[in-house]
């Protein structure tokens, strides 16, 4: 049994490790309360942009249509999600 407990922890840290844009989630969820009120008062764009990144993890899409996927939430989600250096560079 020890050996598949191994082989079953290697599998899911590979996967978890492979997960796309987790970095960026992470970050997004680690922005402050301050850091989101310095843009706007309103906490739903910053749960949207979260929501849209973690969509497009679990779709797999490209950085460019994810790109996109963010600017179509409006100017106030692009400020936030410059926030992240990974999106300031893109956006």
Same mark, same amino acid.
């Given at each position: 049994?020890?050996?598949?407990?191994?082989?079953? +922890?290697?599998a899911?840290?590979?996967?978890?490790?492979?997960?796309?844009?987790?970095?960026?989630?992470?970050?997004?969820?680690g922005?402050?309360?301050?850091?989101?009120?310095?843009? +706007?008062?309103?906490?739903?764009?910053?749960?949207?942009?979260?929501?849209?990144?973690?969509?497009?993890?679990?779709?797999?899409?490209?950085?460019?249509?994810?790109?996109?996927?963010?600017?179509?939430?409006?100017?106030?989600?692009?400020?936030?999600?410059?926030?992240?250096?990974?999106?300031?560079?893109?956006?």
């Amino acid at each position: 049994m020890g050996r598949f407990d191994e082989l079953f +922890t290697e599998a899911d840290g590979a996967f978890n490790a492979n997960e796309k844009y987790k970095v960026e989630i992470d970050q997004l969820k680690g922005l402050s309360k301050e850091e989101i009120a310095s843009i +706007t008062p309103n906490t739903e764009d910053h749960a949207a942009i979260i929501k849209v990144v973690e969509q497009a993890s679990k779709d797999n899409i490209s950085r460019a249509e994810l790109v996109g996927n963010i600017k179509a939430l409006g100017d106030v989600a692009v400020k936030i999600a410059k926030k992240i250096p990974e999106f300031a560079a893109l956006l």
